[in-house]
């Protein structure tokens, strides 16, 4: 199992961490297997998404504003970060990639993002790869 840390700079932000992801692959010897990829926070979530137009993130990051807004009357927790855990509990703190031949097989325009609802913070990221070596 491998961990690394992301910073994040804004109360929401979308950082690609494939690279990271790829190299904690890279470090297991898997050649055909899985990768698990989790961030052990309720404020921040992981998804996959196209990587190569940024326009892509900016629509994913307009649409949670509007839809899960950080102000609204209804919301009842203490620490006013509602919308954050909210936003985290939609979109999952985990994902699974399969592995062939050493290599994650994501589509072509396919990125690993971490996201970050409750920011600016250091996450943590754990990589857990299970297969055959």
Same mark, same amino acid.
């Given at each position: 199992?491998?961990?690394?840390?992301?910073?994040?700079?804004?109360?929401?932000?979308?950082?690609?961490?494939?690279?990271?992801?790829?190299?904690?692959v890279?470090?297991?010897?898997?050649?055909?297997?899985?990768?698990?990829?989790y961030?052990?926070?309720?404020?921040?979530?992981?998804?996959?998404? /196209? %990587?190569?137009?940024?326009?892509? =993130? #900016?629509?994913?990051?307009?649409?949670?504003?509007?839809? @899960? !807004?950080? +102000?609204?009357?209804?919301?009842?927790?203490? /620490? %006013?970060?509602?919308?954050?855990? =909210? #936003?985290s509990?939609?979109?999952?703190?985990?994902?699974? @990639? !399969?592995? +062939?031949?050493?290599?994650?097989?994501?589509?072509?325009?396919?990125?690993?993002?971490?996201?970050?609802?409750?920011?600016?913070?250091?996450?943590?990221?754990?990589v857990?790869?299970?297969?055959?070596?």
């Amino acid at each position: 199992m491998g961990t690394f840390t992301v910073r994040t700079t804004k109360r929401t932000s979308f950082v690609n961490i494939t690279a990271s992801v790829k190299e904690e692959v890279k470090k297991s010897g898997v050649k055909s297997g899985i990768c698990l990829v989790y961030v052990p926070h309720t404020t921040a979530a992981v998804f996959i998404n /196209e %990587g190569a137009d940024p326009d892509v =993130i #900016r629509d994913i990051a307009n649409t949670i504003e509007k839809l @899960i !807004p950080w +102000e609204d009357s209804s919301y009842t927790h203490a /620490e %006013g970060n509602s919308a954050a855990h =909210i #936003r985290s509990a939609l979109i999952g703190n985990s994902r699974v @990639i !399969p592995i +062939e031949e050493g290599q994650l097989l994501l589509g072509r325009w396919e990125s690993i993002f971490l996201a970050e609802f409750d920011g600016p913070r250091e996450r943590k990221v754990v990589v857990k790869v299970i297969g055959e070596l």
